[in-house]
T-cell receptor, first 110, second 116 residues
Framework: QKEVEQNSGPLSVPEGAIASLNCTYS??????FFWYRQYSGKSPELIMF????GDKEDGRFTAQLNKASQYVSLLIRDSQPSDSATYLC??????????FGAGTRLFVKA | GAVVSQHPSRVICKSGTSVKIECRSL??????MFWYRQFPKQSLMLMAT?????????EQGVEKDKFLINHASLTLSTLTVTSAHPEDSSFYIC????????????FGPGTRLLVL
């Protein structure tokens, strides 16, 4: 089992819809959770981080964390074509290393 | 805040030469820096982790004599690809963690290396 798992996609949603991106992790001791966005040919950029169970909202983005189920998700409301990118889930267990998932490709159709 | 720069952004070199890539944290002190490599349409691959003033820790399968990492200060790390070959052509990305949120990694813009 991979340490951080994501569906590779592509996930295709129409413009204006809600895009839901999911991630599971294997280490129950994980403490910090991150979502990065990576456009084609560019480096990843941090979108959100979440530490506590529940929801955290920032603009059109909502991160959801469920430590009991070892599950973290990212919702993008009112999806725009400019949201089309690969979304990386990352998990830190408190040590030096943050484990990245392979990413989910999102396409938002105009 | 939390800006990481990389230089150069793009480099083309001949096979057998060495290339140095710089990674700087511009507005925070980076306790740890990471070097990744990414081939087209593939995932990030962690190459090594470095802490200021100490030797880098390389991931399995990454040749430390080929990819020399120097983390000379809390704001600068360098990656030198020695005796580069065409198969070393890739997108090299550094990231740094430190500052207010110690566990958060911030990425540089990446360096695209093409070895002819």
């Amino acid at each position: 089992q991979k340490e951080v798992e994501q569906n590779s996609g592509p996930l295709s949603v129409p413009e204006g819809a809600i895009a839901s991106l999911n991630c599971t992790y294997s280490d129950r001791g994980s403490q910090s959770f991150f979502w990065y966005r990576q456009y084609s040919g560019k480096s990843p950029e941090l979108i959100m981080f979440i530490y506590s169970n529940g929801d955290k909202e920032d603009g059109r983005f909502t991160a959801q964390l469920n430590k009991a189920s070892q599950y973290v998700s990212l919702l993008i409301r009112d999806s725009q074509p400019s949201d089309s990118a690969t979304y990386l889930c990352a998990v830190n267990t408190g040590g030096f290393k943050t484990i990245f998932g392979a990413g989910t490709r999102l396409f938002v159709k105009a | 805040g939390a800006v990481v720069s990389q230089h150069p952004s793009r480099v083309i070199c001949k096979s057998g030469t060495s290339v140095k890539i710089e990674c700087r944290s511009l507005d925070f002190q980076a306790t740890t820096m990471f070097w990744y490599r990414q081939f087209p349409k593939q995932s990030l691959m962690l190459m090594a982790t470095s802490n200021e003033g100490s030797k880098a820790t390389y991931e399995q399968g990454v040749e430390k004599d080929k990819f020399l990492i120097n983390h000379a200060s809390l704001t600068l790390s360098t990656l030198t690809v020695t005796s580069a070959h065409p198969e070393d052509s890739s997108f090299y990305i550094c990231s740094a963690r430190g500052g207010a949120r110690q566990e958060t990694q911030y990425f540089g813009p990446g360096t695209r290396l093409l070895v002819l």
